[in-house]
């Protein structure tokens, strides 16, 4: 039997956060591409739209598509006409009501322009240049799946769906033809792509990709464990819920870290997205707890991402607001100016996190690190499927109106909502997508989420 590979090729494009993110936690099966593609051999993950030698045609052609995604999501605001923009965009990656069941295999007009594009030569460069050496070629985006199969990859093609139901955009122009492979982060999306007409044998349940050092070991999850039980600390101050499900908590994380004296103050994670469209969110939420902050009872993180602009605002607002001396306040900004530095430096912070408030974006699926989710308003169809996603699993909640924080958050955390949001979604959203992935590609085997997992 032929010994399969234990490195494969990680393919992504440089949109938003995303798309990237999903394949950061496979930055160690990442394999060096042949010498046309030099990448500094300390990230071999490839972004299909700015790799090193990218040809000038494929470069503009991406380069539109960014610009006029995170133009239109920072336009939204704008009176009238920004939504109107943005709706049409939003219509035109917008995901069909899951029910009646029916086939919904027709190609839209978004997927025939993605082909006539591939037609024209979209995508061959990179598929050229990868097949002198081929591997497993994993992927987080649609285009870069279809144009791999099209040029006549020589190897398997994975694709990772990145959010919990998808347009369908994601599938090839004939997918019971297709070869391509998926990886669904949730049972629905294996449902959707088979109502795309998807085979089933080429669908796996595996979860989305969660960063290993958030986790532990496959095996028993001690990282994970741990975290999770200094949270529930925190954000059950009064011991309602633990005292009400103290035999659930310590059958699932172990009598070790059952009620854990508090290690570090209530910590708050704010998230914008890769455009930065909600970074006044931030801001608002900042002043709202600026009391608690002062007197050292919150910790409050803002993430800045690797958008120096978003650093920038809040670096001006901390000043205003007397914070700008961040080793003396309990408020810090995340920011690096690389994303992989960026998203190991988030990873970091999730670690002794206890709220996590984002959109529902790709971060509803972290979740299952135990984290209760917070939602801000969404941006885009496929947000409001991940926001009622949240919702069944019981992880997420809808904020109020952030300016009101210091009043609401305390009755949440009094109540121990909070910390049966972040059990609920340890529970029930699943978490080692990482370790599927790596088994299935590199084993053979067909390793999936459990059952127990409900969407």
Known sequence: MKKKPQKAYIVTVD???????AVNPLKEMAAVPPMSIPLDTKNP???ANNYPGISRIDKVRWEGGRKVYETVSRMKKLPII???IFGVMDHLQRIEPFYPKRDLSKPTAQVNQIYRMIGRGWGKDLIDKLNENPLPYITSFFSTAFFAEEHGYKEEIYCICTDTDISRAWVPKYPKKSRIKY???NKR???RLQLYG?????IYVTGFPLPKENIGNFSDSEVLRASLGCRISNLDPRGVYQKKYDAVIQDYLGKQFCRIDKKHRLTITFAVGGAGAQRDIGVTILKSLKKFIDNKEIQLNLVAGSRVDVFRYYRR????LGLEKESRSCVDIIYAENKLDYFALFNKVLLTTDILWTKPSELSFYAGLG????MAPTIGSQEDFNRTWLHAVGAGMEQEDPRYTHQWLFDWLESGWLAQAAMEGFLDAPKHGTYHIEKIVFEGKRSEIEDRHLL
Request: glycine share 10%; net charge positive.
């Open 15 to 21: 949109m938003g956060y995303g798309h990237q993110r």
């Open 45 to 47: 993950i490839i972004c």
């Open 82 to 84: 920004g939504k109107y």
């Open 183 to 185: 990886f669904a982060p």
């Open 189 to 191: 999306v294996k449902e």
């Open 198 to 202: 998807v085979r089933a044998e080429n």
């Open 317 to 320: 607002e901390l000043k205003k």
């Open 371 to 374: 984290l209760p989710i917070i």
